[in-house]
């Protein structure tokens, strides 16, 4: 088995690395991997042989856990530990993740405590991070900064009378017809003058309004006028027949300290036909202005002529005109400014002592302002002996002629890189309520627990089964519940990667630049699995399900009737169709194919571990990996063929290679094929894409998704096995909790947990599996909230 010689494996299971061993043993003997085909043993000895392994393996791992805990100790992930300090200072906007170090993944999540570790260098970053914080929430003056108002109109709306892609790109209009750009400085003020733009944000690009700069960071309220239109030829403008989806990018303007750090900001707003007046917030970093960023439009890019110099093509309008926004005018005000002064941000460090406090009784107000952040910040209720040390910290600095609020300062940094505030405890059994709040919080809210489930957890309410199940309903309906959505599908579906792989422009070149297309993928994913958790569907959702969620883009790249915006709305499938559940989304194809090609392996195997619960094993050493055929010559089906003549391959592909097979009418985008593309054989097609440049590829093979699994299931296309899969809720179940149970606690599900799975199991399979009541019942299980004496029979 893998090399492992059990008559060398010693029959003791208090060792944890030997127990999980024979764990594996077990495993394989039980899904009838072991012993090899061809070998006599009858299910009687079976039974007759796992029995009694189940139970000794049972009774070791369940006695190591009451004796030392489900996990180690929890150190808080760099997001969570950003999000707290939001929480606590109350600064919503704070940006500090990127000042700690990347966090290590384990069992595929950046929550597993044995990857959470403590060095030197990131105690280093943890401190200052929450120095920049504290910094942050402090105010520098007895009075906010001041407001600054910028209105631009005419040619002020755009810094240059020309952008990249020429006049097709950007003009200025006056009665939906281009002003000559020779013309343009008699009209620099005229309010009844439109900029005009056809095309979205993309390196090289200087689209903001003529000299707007942020001189301080912060929150700025933007407020314009715009319509969508469609420019016809001669550079005339005509209402859109629908609207433009379009947003703000905040960037350095152009110079030579431009540091390519660009991000939307504001939000998605769908321009529409008829001028209308729109209004958002954008987040500025000092020294920064904001660009217009329509959606889904060309990006010309520069073309390198032979015998001169690079020239932008504008791409062949779509018929019936190529679409794109007008503004009328553009108004900014910020940094915008709390309510009252101080901030909020401030009274939390320094409560009512105002800007600069030096109090008559320093040392006093030194102790109650520091017991009164403590109890703010810690995770779990501090004690006086504990906090004292604290206290001494900030004592030694008044000593020694430190200002007041630097010396508060000192002590809350202290606090906010120690234990009290940076790592979460394993439940103990019975009185232990604070750390349920804290579990249950990061679980469904990526931070710490919020006044009501607080104050639950002071009248030690946190271990009824029906409070419980109304916090943690009263969690996933919240805002906060965004933040889970968002980081859970990030690490499980590697959400985080889905803009890593650039397609192939040559074989893809219809996705050139299509960052609206990908954006709208991640969205219509996270939405789902939201639903799937907020409306409460069964397990099977993962694979299969009678709708999706789409906008304008998607339905596009779907085949589905046209849709209007870009806000996902759900939409109705057809019978026929082969999209439906999490396993045919756009973005799940994307971040299992590589940009170029797709590989059956990769899609396969990633499928049957993520989706399943069946990771493959490791591959052989020393065995190539299978390889694309970009020509066109030969069909990926065929390279599998060959690589699986080698006997250590075989065997193991035939556990994921058909499912991964089964996708390959999904290209790398996850649009629908029944060819592959190639660069020499097959039929030639050839045009112009997103960026005006030539492209031509080939059509090459058809698609064969046909397959037989392991088990000897057969199916000819991706319809046949999501049915397959929809018929084993029960496993797809579980591998959610095994999900869960990583993400929530930090440790993946022991062998002394399987009963208590099992059970939860039990409890839903008469109505399907329900997601969310999976989520309720693991909250309410032993794993969740720690064990006791009693236990399930294994």
Same mark, same amino acid.
């Given at each position: 088995?893998?090399?492992?010689?059990?008559?060398?494996?010693?029959?003791?299971?208090?060792?944890?690395?030997?127990?999980?061993?024979?764990?594996?043993?077990?495993?394989?003997?039980?899904?009838?991997?072991?012993?090899?085909?061809?070998?006599?043993?009858?299910?009687?000895?079976?039974?007759?042989?796992? !029995?009694?392994?189940?139970?000794?393996?049972?009774?070791?791992?369940?006695?190591?856990?009451?004796?030392?805990?489900? #996990?180690?100790?929890?150190?808080?992930?760099? *997001?969570?530990?950003?999000?707290?300090?939001?929480?606590?200072?109350?600064?919503? *906007?704070?940006?500090?993740?990127?000042?700690?170090?990347?966090?290590?993944? #384990?069992?595929?999540?950046?929550?597993?405590?044995?990857?959470?570790?403590?060095?030197?260098?990131?105690?280093?970053?943890?401190?200052?991070?929450?120095?920049?914080?504290?910094?942050? /929430?402090?105010?520098?003056?007895?009075?906010?900064?001041?407001?600054?108002?910028?209105?631009?109109?005419?040619?002020?709306?755009?810094?240059?009378?020309?952008?990249?892609?020429?006049?097709?790109?950007?003009?200025?209009?006056?009665?939906?017809?281009?002003?000559?750009?020779?013309?343009?400085?008699?009209?620099?003020?005229?309010?009844?003058?439109?900029?005009?733009?056809?095309?979205?944000?993309?390196?090289?690009?200087?689209?903001?309004?003529?000299?707007?700069?942020?001189?301080?960071?912060?929150?700025?309220?933007?407020?314009?006028?715009?319509?969508?239109?469609?420019?016809?030829?001669?550079?005339?403008? !005509?209402?859109?027949?629908?609207?433009?989806?379009?947003?703000?990018?905040?960037?350095?303007?152009?110079?030579?300290?431009?540091?390519?750090?660009?991000?939307?900001?504001?939000?998605?707003?769908?321009?529409?036909?008829?001028?209308?007046?729109?209004?958002?917030?954008?987040?500025?970093? !000092? +020294?920064?202005?904001?660009?217009?960023?329509?959606?889904?439009? %060309?990006?010309?890019?520069?073309?390198?002529?032979?015998?001169?110099?690079?020239?932008?093509?504008?791409?062949?309008?779509? !018929?019936?005109?190529?679409?794109?926004?007008?503004?009328?005018?553009?108004?900014?005000?910020?940094?915008?400014? %709390?309510?009252?002064?101080?901030?909020?941000?401030?009274?939390?460090?320094?409560?009512?002592? #105002?800007?600069?406090?030096?109090?008559?009784?320093?040392?006093?107000? /030194?102790?109650?302002?520091?017991?009164?952040?403590? *109890?703010?910040?810690?995770?779990?209720?501090?004690?006086?002996?504990?906090?004292?040390?604290?206290?001494?910290?900030?004592?030694?600095?008044?000593?020694?002629?430190?200002?007041?609020?630097?010396?508060?300062?000192?002590?809350?940094?202290?606090?906010?890189?120690?234990?009290?505030?940076?790592?979460?405890?394993?439940?103990?059994?019975?009185?232990?309520?604070?750390?349920?709040?804290?579990?249950?919080?990061?679980?469904?809210?990526?931070?710490?627990?919020? /006044?009501?489930?607080?104050?639950?957890?002071?009248?030690?309410?946190?271990?009824?089964?029906?409070?419980?199940?109304?916090?943690?309903?009263?969690?996933?309906?919240?805002?906060?519940?965004?933040?889970?959505?968002?980081?859970?599908?990030?690490?499980?579906?590697?959400?985080?990667?889905?803009?890593?792989? *650039?397609?192939?422009?040559?074989? @893809? %070149?219809?996705?050139?630049?299509?960052? @609206?297309?990908?954006?709208?993928?991640?969205?219509?994913?996270?939405?789902?699995?939201?639903?799937?958790?907020?409306?409460?569907? %069964?397990?099977?959702?993962?694979?299969?399900?009678?709708?999706?969620?789409?906008?304008?883009?998607?339905?596009?790249?779907?085949?589905?009737?046209?849709?209007?915006?870009?806000?996902?709305?759900?939409?109705?499938?057809?019978?026929?169709?082969?999209?439906? #559940?999490?396993?045919? +989304?756009?973005?799940?194809?994307?971040?299992?194919?590589?940009?170029?090609?797709?590989?059956?392996?990769?899609?396969?195997?990633?499928?049957?571990?993520?989706?399943?619960?069946?990771?493959?094993?490791?591959?052989?050493?020393?065995?190539?990996?299978?390889?694309?055929?970009?020509?066109?010559?030969?069909?990926?089906?065929?390279?599998?063929?060959?690589?699986?003549?080698?006997?250590?391959?075989?065997?193991?592909?035939?556990?994921?290679?058909?499912?991964?097979?089964?996708?390959?009418?999904?290209?790398?985008?996850?649009?629908?094929?029944?060819?592959?593309?190639?660069?020499?054989?097959?039929?030639?097609?050839?045009?112009?894409?997103?960026?005006?440049?030539?492209?031509?590829?080939?059509?090459?093979?058809?698609?064969?998704?046909?397959?037989?699994?392991?088990?000897?299931?057969?199916?000819?296309?991706?319809?046949?096995?999501?049915?397959?899969? /929809?018929?084993?809720?029960?496993?797809?179940?579980?591998?959610?909790?095994?999900?869960?149970?990583?993400?929530?606690?930090?440790?993946?599900?022991?062998?002394?947990?399987?009963?208590?799975?099992?059970?939860?199991?039990?409890?839903?399979?008469?109505?399907?599996?329900?997601?969310?009541?999976?989520?309720?019942?693991?909250?309410?299980?032993?794993?969740?909230?720690?064990?006791?004496?009693?236990?399930?029979?294994?």
């Amino acid at each position: 088995m893998g090399g492992l010689d059990l008559a060398m494996l010693p029959g003791r299971f208090d060792d944890r690395a030997i127990r999980d061993r024979w764990i594996r043993v077990h495993d394989r003997v039980a899904k009838g991997e072991m012993p090899p085909k061809g070998v006599p043993f009858s299910e009687a000895q079976r039974t007759a042989m796992l !029995e009694p392994l189940r139970r000794a393996i049972h009774a070791a791992d369940f006695a190591e856990v009451l004796r030392d805990g489900r #996990g180690p100790l929890r150190r808080l992930n760099r *997001d969570e530990y950003e999000q707290n300090l939001r929480d606590v200072l109350q600064l919503p *906007d704070l940006d500090i993740r990127d000042v700690l170090p990347e966090d290590r993944e #384990g069992h595929r999540f950046n929550k597993a405590a044995e990857t959470l570790d403590m060095s030197r260098v990131q105690l280093t970053a943890y401190l200052d991070a929450a120095e920049a914080a504290l910094r942050q /929430a402090t105010a520098p003056e007895p009075k906010p900064p001041p407001m600054v108002k910028f209105r631009a109109v005419g040619t002020a709306l755009f810094p240059e009378k020309v952008t990249f892609g020429e006049r097709e790109a950007m003009f200025f209009a006056r009665n939906n017809q281009a002003i000559d750009s020779k013309h343009l400085d008699a009209f620099k003020d005229d309010p009844t003058i439109e900029m005009a733009l056809f095309r979205s944000a993309h390196w090289p690009y200087y689209g903001y309004p003529k000299k707007f700069v942020a001189k301080l960071p912060g929150q700025y309220r933007v407020r314009f006028s715009a319509r969508a239109v469609v420019q016809r030829e001669g550079y005339t403008l !005509e209402p859109a027949a629908r609207p433009i989806p379009m947003t703000f990018r905040a960037r350095k303007p152009s110079g030579p300290d431009v540091s390519g750090d660009v991000r939307a900001t504001g939000g998605v707003m769908d321009i529409q036909p008829v001028a209308r007046e729109f209004e958002t917030i954008i987040h500025l970093r !000092e +020294q920064e202005t904001f660009e217009y960023s329509p959606l889904g439009l %060309p990006v010309p890019l520069a073309r390198n002529v032979k015998g001169g110099p690079p020239t932008y093509r504008y791409p062949p309008f779509p !018929e019936g005109g190529q679409p794109g926004v007008a503004v009328q005018w553009l108004e900014v005000e910020g940094p915008l400014s %709390p309510a009252t002064w101080p901030p909020p941000s401030h009274r939390v460090l320094f409560d009512d002592l #105002g800007v600069g406090p030096a109090p008559a009784q320093p040392n006093g107000a /030194a102790r109650r302002l520091l017991r009164r952040f403590a *109890d703010l910040a810690a995770q779990e209720p501090v004690s006086d002996a504990t906090l004292a040390k604290f206290e001494q910290l900030v004592l030694a600095k008044l000593n020694k002629g430190a200002k007041f609020d630097e010396a508060m300062l000192a002590g809350y940094k202290a606090f906010l890189s120690s234990p009290h505030f940076l790592y979460l405890r394993e439940p103990e059994p019975a009185g232990d309520h604070f750390t349920i709040a804290t579990r249950l919080a990061h679980f469904l809210t990526n931070t710490r627990p919020d /006044a009501q489930l607080t104050r639950l957890a002071q009248e030690r309410l946190l271990r009824h089964a029906a409070t419980l199940r109304s916090e943690t309903d009263r969690l996933i309906a919240s805002p906060g519940f965004e933040r889970f959505v968002r980081n859970f599908t990030d690490y499980w579906l590697n959400l985080r990667h889905v803009r890593r792989d *650039d397609p192939d422009i040559r074989l @893809y %070149p219809e996705y050139r630049f299509d960052n @609206y297309l990908v954006e709208s993928m991640e969205q219509e994913t996270r939405t789902f699995f939201q639903t799937m958790i907020r409306d409460n569907l %069964p397990a099977a959702s993962v694979v299969t399900s009678d709708f999706i969620y789409a906008n304008d883009r998607l339905a596009s790249h779907y085949g589905l009737p046209p849709m209007i915006g870009s806000a996902m709305r759900a939409v109705k499938l057809p019978p026929e169709s082969p999209r439906g #559940g999490l396993l045919t +989304q756009a973005a799940i194809l994307k971040v299992t194919a590589n940009g170029t090609t797709t590989s059956p392996v990769i899609r396969g195997a990633w499928i049957m571990e993520r989706l399943l619960g069946e990771p493959p094993p490791p591959p052989p050493a020393k065995v190539p990996a299978v390889e694309p055929d970009i020509r066109g010559a030969k069909t990926i089906r065929d390279l599998l063929a060959m690589h699986t003549k080698i006997a250590s391959c075989a065997g193991c592909h035939a556990r994921f290679d058909p499912v991964g097979l089964a996708l390959e009418n999904f290209d790398i985008l996850g649009a629908w094929r029944t060819r592959y593309r190639g660069m020499e054989e097959g039929e030639a097609v050839t045009g112009i894409d997103r960026a005006g440049h030539d492209f031509a590829y080939t059509l090459a093979g058809p698609v064969d998704p046909s397959g037989k699994l392991l088990d000897g299931k057969t199916f000819r296309d991706i319809r046949e096995l999501k049915a397959i899969f /929809a018929a084993q809720p029960r496993q797809l179940a579980r591998n959610l909790l095994h999900q869960f149970t990583v993400y929530a606690t930090g440790s993946p599900i022991r062998f002394s947990d399987r009963p208590d799975v099992e059970a939860i199991l039990d409890a839903h399979a008469a109505t399907g599996f329900r997601v969310r009541d999976l989520i309720v019942s693991l909250v309410q299980s032993p794993i969740f909230l720690g064990r006791t004496e009693v236990q399930r029979k294994p």
